[in-house]
């Protein structure tokens, strides 16, 4: 079992900027690679990015590339996304989840489905 606590989610003016947070425990030996997920109110959950623990590889969706950055403190099991700036668009429930398969390539780790474990969510809400 893998426990992830996700933080720093709230309300922010379009242009501003938050950083997510995502706390692992339990069985993190286990996890191989981290992402983020977001999903609007009637919209599909759609990929925001992914790292790997070890060698620190990463992985964007077209839609957050050069204003997203994932990061990753290993001694405190945590994963971050730093969001700058944020737009409207950005407004979603975000995911932090955890994959304990090896793949090949970090590709593999742009589908929610290929993860084992999800944090509660968070809520970030941009305003125009």
């Known amino acids: 079992q893998v426990q992830l606590v996700e933080s720093g989610g709230g309300l922010v003016q379009a242009g501003g900027s938050l950083r997510l947070s995502c706390a692992a425990s339990g069985r993190t030996f286990s996890s191989y690679a981290m992402g983020w997920f977001r999903q609007a109110p009637g919209k599909e959950r759609e990929f925001v990015a992914a790292i790997l623990w070890i060698g620190g590889s990463t992985d964007y969706a077209d839609s957050v590339k050069g204003r997203f950055t994932i990061s990753r403190d290993n001694a405190k099991n945590t994963v971050y996304l730093q969001m700058n700036p944020l737009r409207p668009e950005d407004t979603a429930v975000y995911y932090c989840?955890?994959?304990?398969?090896?793949?090949?390539?970090?590709?593999?780790?742009?589908?929610?489905?290929?993860?084992?474990?999800w944090g509660q969510g968070t809520q970030v809400t941009v305003s125009s």
């Open positions: 989840a955890a994959a304990s398969f090896r793949a090949y390539g970090i590709s593999w780790y742009g589908r929610a489905g290929n993860y084992d474990y």
